[in-house]
């Protein structure tokens, strides 16, 4: 059985009101448990090392940290595949922007297609091979999501991943990624207790800093696939 692992967060909001005008999701991807042990331990000692400096044990939160703490914590994990989410704003329909259930499907929407082009990348670099079973697992900083939509980002996927999907926009089915069985498992976590997640804070944050300071040198990051929408 191969196993996937995304970890998300976001930075910014998707609204109108954003005065940056971007939204950004991003994490980690790993391919084994081994992998993400290590990223957590690494990531861990050094938030403990900041904690002890700056005398707190609150989780460090990017839009709290100086800027050499937030560098120090990228760096632990620069080298780690990551995966960022850009939304524009102001190409955004207002239909969009205006609902918070329709802001909630819209999130869904854009981390399905992120997810499903990092494993296409993936299985064509021979690191996961469509025929063979697969468990994915997504976790994701908590947001509002009704239970609903909880299960339709799960079964969407899985139905996509594994079955195909019939493309009405253009009359045809669009193929599965999979010849095998997918189990995928969606989680909401609470960021004080999951080092993996608040490292995707810091990753969204710097990606968000780049937009908002016209540092375009902060996106060169290794092992990255970035996207853009709509």
Not at 21 to 46: E, M, P, Q
Not at 47 to 57: C, F, N, P, R
Not at 101 to 120: F, G, P, V, W
Not at 132 to 152: H, L, M, P, W
Request: aromatic share 14%; proline share 2%; with cysteine.
């Amino acid at each position: 059985m191969q196993n996937l692992f995304f970890f998300f967060d976001d930075s910014g909001t998707l609204h109108i009101s954003n005065d940056i005008g971007k939204f950004v999701y991003a994490g980690f991807v790993f391919t084994s448990r081994k992998d993400i042990d290590s990223a957590r331990v690494r990531y861990t000692n050094l938030v403990k090392q900041i904690q002890k400096t700056l005398k707190t044990t609150r989780e460090l939160k990017a839009c709290n940290l100086r800027p050499k703490y937030k560098r120090a914590l990228y760096n632990v994990l620069r080298k780690e595949n990551s995966i960022a989410l850009v939304v524009d704003i102001s190409k955004t329909y207002d239909k969009i922007l205006y609902s918070s259930h329709s802001i909630c499907r819209y999130k869904d929407y854009i981390l399905k297609i992120a997810i499903q082009t990092e494993i296409d990348k993936l299985i064509e670099a021979n690191t996961l091979n469509p025929y063979e079973d697969i468990s994915i697992y997504i976790y994701i900083d908590e947001q509002f999501a009704t239970t609903n939509g909880i299960y339709g980002l799960r079964e969407a996927l899985k139905e996509e991943l594994q079955f195909g999907i019939f493309n009405y926009n253009y009359s045809k089915i669009q193929n599965s990624i999979f010849k095998s069985e997918v189990n995928v498992h969606l989680s909401y976590c609470d960021s004080k207790v999951n080092y993996m997640i608040q490292a995707c804070d810091i990753l969204a944050n710097r990606i968000f800093c780049s937009y908002k300071y016209k540092k375009n040198t902060l996106r060169d990051i290794p092992n990255h696939l970035c996207l853009t929408f709509p």
